[in-house]
């Protein structure tokens, strides 16, 4: 008979595995905490009232001229839909047994079994959605909010009511001195009034806007290599810069108003805002749901500005 062999062997030898999961997906939880929030509200959509046009009869009058008719503030209201979101997980009763077994605690000190992982990553999935949703070019998301007339202010439009639109210009080629500056004083300038109190700008375009404002990314802290990690970018004009992964990366964005026109309107009363419930037995297998609810509010759309279409290389 011929000798051992690890494949003679093989139902026997004893399977080493490393002392983590690790974890190849990016997950994203950047973008909302740069937003107050507000909450919990209820409702089924949260309208927020704007003026759209001015008293009428203001005028510049003569002696003894007539008197013109009254005029009046035109107030619209717009409501924004909240987004509800959510992620399931479905486990056997076999696979609790297996995942959480004594094994876990031997060979694998400090580990988490795949149960406390499913229930761990899933509140990390949950929250990336919330994170990417409300990137979206769409009528509740920041790239949309932030537009002059191709999406709609929520559910009003914006060819109807042309004091909802925001400073957009359309770029080509590189990013530049010239275009931002523009961006800044043209958003400032009538008929849109806002002063931009933070800069959004995606991973492609943080390299060519540092490069304008002081040559070089300024590091985030201490790093595991040398030269430290990226993301914590110098202010342009002196307004703050913030990197945002997973937004556009031809667009840039000047927020306006941030203490008082945007926040994150929380829909969900349960701590945290995350709601967890469990649906019980299915067979052996146990159903758990966790969900939000919330919506990325703007009350001036007007005071905001957006570059679009600018290169990356």
């Known amino acids: 008979m011929a000798g051992a062999t ?12 490393h002392a983590q999961v690790s974890d190849a997906v990016f997950r994203n939880s950047d973008f909302i905490p740069l937003f107050r929030q507000v909450g919990p509200i209820g409702g089924g959509t949260l309208d927020i009232k ?26 619209i209201s717009a409501a924004a839909d909240y987004k509800h979101i959510r992620v399931f997980t479905r486990i056997t009763g076999h696979a609790r047994r297996e995942m959480n077994a004594a094994w876990d605690a ?17 509140m990390e999935d949950l929250v990336d959605l919330v994170n990417t949703t409300f990137l979206a070019n769409a009528t509740y998301g920041v790239v949309g909010i932030v537009d002059d ?14 004091a ?25 300038n009538a008929p849109y009034g806002g002063k931009i109190q933070l800069l959004l700008v995606p991973p492609a375009q ?26 914590v970018l110098p202010p342009y004009a002196n307004i703050p810069v913030a990197e945002v992964r997973d937004l556009a990366a031809t667009v840039i964005i ?15 009363a349960a701590p945290g805002g ?23 509010i703007c009350t001036q759309p007007n005071q905001q500005g957006k570059l679009e279409g600018v290169g990356t290389t």
């Open 6 to 17: 690890t494949t003679t062997l093989d139902p026997i030898v004893r399977p080493e595995v």
């Open 50 to 75: 704007v003026i759209v046009a001015a008293n009428s009869s203001a005028q510049v009058y003569t002696e003894d001229g007539p008197v013109p008719e009254p005029g009046y503030q035109q107030v």
């Open 106 to 122: 031997t060979s694998w000190p400090g580990g988490y079994g795949g149960v406390n992982i499913e229930f761990m990553k899933g």
């Open 149 to 162: 007339d191709t999406t709609n202010y929520y559910n009003q439009n914006r060819a109807t009511y042309t």
């Open 164 to 188: 909802l639109k925001s400073y957009v210009k359309g770029s080509t080629g590189a990013l530049s001195v010239a275009k931002m500056d523009r961006l800044l004083h043209e958003t400032y």
């Open 206 to 231: 943080a390299r060519h806007l540092s490069t304008l404002s002081a040559g070089q990314i300024r590091t985030g802290g201490p790093a595991d290599i040398a030269g430290g990690a990226p993301g």
């Open 254 to 268: 000047g927020l306006s108003g941030m203490d008082t026109n945007w926040y994150f309107a929380l829909h969900e």
């Open 274 to 296: 995350i709601d967890i419930s469990h649906y019980g037995m299915n067979a052996d297998a146990q159903t758990v749901q966790m969900s939000t609810s919330g919506a990325l």
